[in-house]
């Protein structure tokens, strides 16, 4: 109890820091809102040409694309700080004051920020995925629901658990920043149907970097009862569990080899 608390606290700190600058915080919301809206316009605008993608229509493909934002969207509101470790805060030094307080140094990094710009991602997400409901005929069962709010919630304790192990290894090269923002980028591919692409690709995003897994095998299985909800939902808990424990034991690991820069 005492750590939630504290989360809450600073996160709370950080809120109040956060709207002292309201118009900064305005327009990183909209940003992340516009950006989105962009990419979106941009599988519109080809689907217009190309009717069907793998045979999956327009409303179908909308459905994958606005689902794979509410576990990103998750994943941005209470871990954006490991983006910031991996690519300089180990670097430029800033670290040292997180190993001198009596709370563990990756609680302090979750702690640290709140960033309120991933509701724009989830509110588009929410809405598209609304729209493109209700251009399709499938029917919504109990297991294709658990299995969609089971890949979002989950999914985003993937997506966090990746960023974590490798903002980790900051501790060691100084900067893993352009390395996580490869591995953050595979995301992007599952945001469509994993029908489109090749053998290789398709097991590299259901086994070794799950984004697939999470995201499409979900949503595939409301469209299409392509696989059992129960089952999926159980293997996404279970990848869900061993990537946090990953995670813990990477982050733990490199964190001891930190040196301080001097800077």
Same mark, same amino acid.
């Given at each position: =109890?005492?750590?939630?608390?504290?989360?809450? #606290?600073?996160? +709370?700190?950080?809120?109040?820091?956060?709207?002292?600058? $309201? $118009?900064? #915080?305005?327009?990183?919301?909209?940003?992340?809102?516009?950006?989105?809206?962009?990419? /979106?316009?941009?599988?519109? *605008?080809? /689907?217009?040409?190309?009717?069907?993608? %793998?045979?999956?229509?327009?409303?179908?493909?909308?459905?994958?694309?606005?689902?794979? =934002?509410?576990?990103?969207?998750?994943?941005?509101?209470?871990?954006?700080?490991?983006?910031?470790?991996?690519?300089?805060?180990? +670097?430029?030094?800033?670290?040292? =004051?997180?190993?001198?307080? @009596?709370?563990?140094?990756?609680?302090?990094?979750?702690?640290?920020?709140?960033?309120?710009?991933? &509701?724009?991602?989830?509110?588009?997400?929410?809405?598209?995925?609304?729209?493109?409901?209700?251009?399709?005929?499938?029917?919504?069962?109990?297991? %294709?629901?658990?299995?969609? !709010?089971?890949?979002?919630?989950?999914?985003?304790?993937?997506?966090?658990?990746? +960023?974590?192990?490798?903002?980790?290894?900051?501790?060691?090269? $100084?900067?893993?920043?352009?390395? /996580?923002?490869?591995?953050?980028?595979?995301?992007?591919?599952? +945001?469509? @149907?994993?029908?489109?692409? @090749? &053998?290789?690709?398709?097991?590299?995003?259901?086994?070794?970097?799950?984004?697939?897994?999470?995201?499409?095998?979900?949503?595939? #299985?409301?469209?299409?009862?392509?696989?059992?909800?129960?089952?999926?939902?159980?293997?996404?808990?279970?990848?869900? %569990?061993? *990537?946090?424990?990953?995670?813990?034991?990477?982050? #733990?690991? !490199?964190?001891?080899?930190?040196?301080?820069?001097?800077?």
């Amino acid at each position: =109890m005492r750590y939630v608390h504290l989360y809450f #606290t600073c996160i +709370k700190r950080s809120m109040i820091s956060r709207l002292e600058y $309201k $118009k900064d #915080t305005v327009v990183a919301l909209f940003s992340f809102f516009f950006s989105n809206l962009c990419s /979106l316009a941009a599988v519109y *605008f080809i /689907l217009q040409a190309i009717p069907a993608l %793998a045979g999956y229509t327009l409303a179908e493909v909308g459905f994958f694309y606005g689902f794979s =934002m509410l576990p990103i969207s998750l994943d941005h509101l209470f871990s954006d700080e490991f983006w910031l470790v991996a690519y300089r805060r180990v +670097k430029d030094g800033d670290m040292d =004051m997180h190993f001198l307080r @009596p709370v563990p140094v990756i609680f302090q990094i979750f702690a640290e920020t709140f960033q309120p710009e991933g &509701f724009g991602e989830m509110i588009l997400g929410v809405a598209l995925i609304a729209v493109c409901a209700g251009q399709l005929t499938v029917s919504l069962t109990v297991g %294709a629901l658990v299995v969609l !709010c089971v890949g979002a919630v989950f999914g985003a304790v993937i997506i966090t658990s990746l +960023k974590v192990a490798i903002a980790a290894l900051a501790f060691i090269f $100084k900067r893993s920043g352009p390395l /996580l923002q490869i591995i953050y980028n595979f995301s992007n591919y599952a +945001k469509y @149907p994993l029908a489109i692409y @090749p &053998f290789f690709i398709r097991t590299l995003l259901i086994f070794v970097l799950p984004f697939g897994l999470f995201i499409s095998l979900p949503v595939d #299985t409301l469209l299409t009862g392509a696989h059992d909800p129960w089952l999926l939902s159980l293997a996404i808990i279970g990848a869900a %569990a061993v *990537f946090f424990a990953l995670a813990l034991w990477i982050w #733990t690991r !490199c964190e001891r080899r930190y040196e301080s820069t001097g800077s």
